[in-house]
């Protein structure tokens, strides 16, 4: 898991990079979709029996393959479950654990709205704020605060 995951509706989409594929030796920038209540940490190491499906086109205005292309990303991968067996390494590893203590100490006292604010603009993470925050945030012109990709 190379970031955080996005729960929406449906689906946790977490950006990932395949290391493995059918036991074959990879580095593939991905993303992995999962059902909308189970997401592992960032920086997991995970094993997961996968279906490989194209990004959606252009559909309702907004074209999933373009934007995933932009970042190196040409198959999605859907996962129904996964299994943890370790935890990134190296660089990356010290931003995992970096993050995690952020995450616990950026607003010790908050909850609810006022801790996802302060969640979405240290860490960018939008997951916890409400379509109608979100929406005033816009309208506001403040939304870029948020640092959300």
């Known amino acids: ?27 593939e920038p991905s993303r992995l979709e999962l059902p909308p209540e189970r997401a592992p940490p960032q920086g997991a190491v995970v ?3 996968v279906r490989v499906v194209r990004p959606r086109g252009n559909e309702d205005g907004f074209d999933e393959a373009a934007y995933l292309r932009r970042q190196g990303v040409h198959v999605v991968l859907r996962a129904v479950s996964y299994r943890i067996v370790g935890e990134r390494g190296g660089v990356g590893g010290l931003a995992d654990r970096l993050r995690r203590h952020l995450v616990r100490t950026s607003a010790p006292g908050l909850s609810g709205e006022r801790r996802a604010v302060i969640a979405g603009v240290v860490l960018g993470e939008d997951e916890g704020l409400d379509e109608e925050l979100r929406a005033r945030f816009r309208a506001s012109g403040l939304y870029h605060l948020l640092s959300v990709a």
């Open 1 to 27: 898991m190379t970031g955080p995951a996005r729960r929406g509706e449906f689906a946790a989409r977490v950006p990932v990079r395949v290391r493995e594929f059918d036991r074959r030796p990879l580095s």
């Open 47 to 49: 094993e997961a029996v």
